[in-house]
């Protein structure tokens, strides 16, 4: 053989070398990027029980045997270069950021507590924990409390002057709300997840109103300065106890009298009022405690917003306007979002069941809401106490009655930690699709250390198969039916 051929054949050879070389690599990098994967974590309802249905009060634990995934853990996902799988897509967009978000959480109202201090202080311990703790719990950040009692109460109902010109919130002290609250900032400083604690009333003392008692009625005008007072005190005696008021509410349903628990009719001109005279109370004694107004439902937020946030004086006062969900649209957040881009919207009060309730959330974060917050946390499966006019639904945590250390977990608590679990604080939505109940819905976010989590909703009876596409890299999944799934990855640099 011929130098000549033997030179050829040793070029063909590199030559076919370095192109199967060259194959591979592209090969390599159009199936990983950048080597990257994304965690996931999975949570569904009951195949035997349906949500909000009474047998979770019945039969607790034959309801949770139908609960096949429980903030589980799965295999990582690789993130791919996109394909052309014909499936469900989700546009996720870290570079166009919306609201930041204040935090996700649940209420300690009375109930609640009353049932938490039943329980040995090392099982309490552990469902505050559970609430709190974002290793190895929830990681639950936004708590409600009210100042005076509200429905959910085993009390009798009361507020901190029940005679005039003798404030104390001693009555809170004797009921563990003042200790629990603290256990519970205690463990957030503990665990890295400082929470915010935000305060609402039913209802003034009862000689500030047109009724004289703590059920329904208006509040005399003479005593809006009284009213700004009272709320002042309240805010001060919770911060001696070691209690920050990170935010209050004016009034909590103030277009709403209830029949047979604290309440109160407050028009808004009224509460405009009051929100000028308790931020004079504030500024003159160093509060920094921000004010939420309306605090009630979407339907009816356009008769009531306005009166108060077209003042310039309530305006300037105002941090965000706060509401609950028992009727109307979350799309009503948007709107006022919309007419006043420097406040807050915020779900401060309604507690939701299922996927179905876990998109509902979605909608609420899509609609600007930098937070959503349950109401009552947990009763007993004797439905107590509570004082309400109706029926409770299923609570996050039910307590047994004849054993007051065991409790049992509901699918609520999942669907909520697929969020407080994964967003740190200073969160933010990014841009991304929002999809459809026949298929998967969305709502995504991006933390301050760079991570993306998307939560996407499954609320069909059968298993669906998506893709996320997001910085031309593909994630391509499928969920089960009746599933929440929350997929983190890192945003490319």
Do not use: C
Not at 218 to 223: D, I, K, P, T, V
Not at 226 to 246: C, H, M, T
Not at 284 to 308: C, M, R, V
């Amino acid at each position: 053989m011929t130098k000549t051929k033997q030179s050829n054949r040793k070029i063909i050879s590199v030559v076919f070398i370095a192109a199967i070389v060259i194959i591979a690599i592209f090969a390599i990098r159009n199936l990983t990027a950048s080597n990257s994967t994304a965690q996931v974590f999975l949570s569904s309802e009951s195949s035997n029980t349906p949500p909000k249905n009474a047998s979770w009060y019945t039969d607790p634990a034959f309801a949770m045997e139908g609960v096949q995934y429980e903030l589980s853990k799965q295999e990582d996902i690789p993130l791919t270069k996109p394909s052309d799988q014909n499936v469900t897509t989700i546009n996720v967009d870290p570079n166009v950021e919306y609201q930041t978000m204040l935090g996700i959480g649940t209420s300690l109202e009375e109930s609640t507590i009353y049932n938490l201090s039943l329980m040995s202080p090392e099982k309490r311990d552990g469902v505050l924990r559970k609430l709190i703790d974002p290793e190895n719990g929830a990681g639950m950040s936004t708590f409600r409390i009210t100042f005076g009692t509200s429905d959910f109460t085993g009390q009798e109902f009361y507020t901190y002057e029940d005679t005039q010109g003798e404030f104390s919130i001693q009555k809170d002290i004797d009921n563990n709300i003042v200790a629990t609250v603290k256990e519970a900032i205690a463990i957030g400083e503990e665990t890295g997840n400082p929470i915010k604690i935000y305060a609402s009333s039913w209802s003034p003392p009862a000689w500030m109103k047109s009724s004289n008692s703590l059920i329904g009625g208006f509040l005399e005008l003479e005593y809006i300065d009284d009213l700004a007072v009272y709320y002042r005190k309240a805010v001060q005696a919770y911060e001696e106890q070691g209690i920050p008021i990170y935010a209050m509410t004016i009034q909590n349903e103030p277009l709403y009298a209830a029949p047979d628990y604290p309440s109160m009719r407050l028009v808004a001109e009224d509460e405009r009022d009051i929100i000028l005279a308790l931020k004079k109370e504030f500024e003159e004694n160093n509060i920094t405690t921000k004010l939420w107004t309306f605090d009630h439902n979407f339907g009816q937020a356009w008769s009531y917003i306005p009166a108060i946030l077209d003042d310039p004086e309530a305006f300037a006062a105002v941090d965000g306007v706060a509401f609950h969900d028992y009727s109307g649209e979350p799309t009503v957040m948007s709107q006022v979002h919309d007419k006043y881009p420097e406040k807050n919207v915020l779900v401060t009060e309604r507690t939701v069941w299922g996927t179905e309730g876990a998109d509902r959330i979605a909608q609420y974060i899509r609609n600007w809401a930098t937070s959503y917050n349950a109401w009552v946390t947990m009763l007993d499966q004797n439905i107590a106490p509570e004082q309400w006019t109706g029926t409770p639904d299923p609570t996050m945590l039910i307590q047994n009655p004849e054993d007051r250390d065991m409790y049992w977990i509901t699918p609520e608590y999942n669907f909520i930690a697929q969020y407080t679990k994964f967003l740190q604080e200073g969160a933010k939505r990014i841009e991304s699709d929002y999809g459809a109940a026949d298929t998967v819905t969305n709502v995504s976010f991006l933390n301050p250390d760079g991570t993306i989590v998307s939560i996407v909703i499954n609320q069909t009876d059968t298993d669906q198969t998506f893709k996320i596409l997001s910085e031309e890299n593909e994630l391509l999944a499928t969920i089960p039916a009746k599933t929440v799934g929350t997929y983190t990855w890192a945003k490319a640099d």
